[in-house]
T-cell receptor, first 114, second 115 residues
Framework: NAGVTQTPKFQVLKTGQSMTLQCAQD?????MSWYRQDPGMGLRLIHY???????DQGEVPNGYNVSRSTTEDFPLRLLSAAPSQTSVYFC?????????????FGNGTRLTVT | KNQVEQSPQSLIILEGKNCTLQ??????????LRWYKQDTGRGPVSLTI?????NTKSNGRYTATLDADTKQSSLHITASQLSDSASYIC??????????????FGRGTSLIVHP
């Protein structure tokens, strides 16, 4: 199993540009989620999904959109990038509703907005 | 507001020594507490998971403890190795009305092991 795969690894955007961060998992996990990690702060939940067709907002959803058309994929869209969105983004997945199910993380996408 | 506080912020130890990292939380209602290890440039990897009824969990040289009454956890690393150099993140989850476990992350403790 590849686990959780994120692409691209690095991206530089200009303010106002749009892009999609890709996330795919091959573990048949129902739960998928996106986080951002900024220096000196803990990971913060952006959006999450408990299954295909179901998404919900996390702690910092503004400026980001998500959709979940399949169990495997959970892309994160930035519609109009801002310098405040410069961060490292992590996607994670787990089994839903299992209290002992750990989150499996990808290796992140480092995004710089100039 | 749900919060997770970790201490110390950073720690330097010599190879072979033991160390203990601390985590205090105010997450409610509590569901589980996890410790993750994050190597530089990589995603976090799960070390231990504990629920309300568990007060200790081991994974090799890593031993986590949980005191649900005082809302404190610790991660003890025995006989440290150079490969233990990483950030250690405490994560406390609560169960949402939709049946999902929503995590709150600590800022992490940066551990450096010197030869």
């Amino acid at each position: 199993n590849a686990g959780v795969t994120q692409t691209p690894k690095f991206q530089v955007l200009k303010t106002g540009q749009s892009m999609t961060l890709q996330c795919a998992q091959d573990m048949n996990h129902e739960y998928m989620s996106w986080y951002r990690q900024d220096p000196g702060m803990g990971l913060r939940l952006i959006h999450y999904s408990v299954g295909a067709g179901i998404t919900d907002q996390g702690e910092v959803p503004n400026g980001y959109n998500v959709s979940r058309s399949t169990t495997e994929d959970f892309p994160l869209r930035l519609l109009s990038a801002a310098p405040s969105q410069t961060s490292v983004y992590f996607c994670a997945s787990s089994y839903r509703g299992q209290i002992n199910s750990p989150l499996h993380f990808g290796n992140g996408t480092r995004l710089t907005v100039t | 507001k749900n919060q997770v506080e970790q201490s110390p912020q950073s720690l330097i130890i010599l190879e072979g020594k033991n160390c203990t990292l601390q985590c205090n939380y105010t997450v409610s209602p509590f569901s589980n507490l996890r410790w993750y290890k994050q190597d530089t440039g990589r995603g976090p990897v799960s070390l231990t998971i504990m629920t309300f009824s568990e007060n200790t969990k081991s994974n090799g040289r890593y031993t986590a403890t949980l005191d649900a009454d005082t809302k404190q956890s610790s991660l003890h690393i025995t006989a440290s190795q150079l490969s233990d150099s990483a950030s250690y993140i405490c994560v406390v989850s609560h169960l949402s009305s939709g049946g999902s476990y929503i995590p709150t992350f600590g800022r992490g403790t940066s551990l450096i092991v010197h030869p």
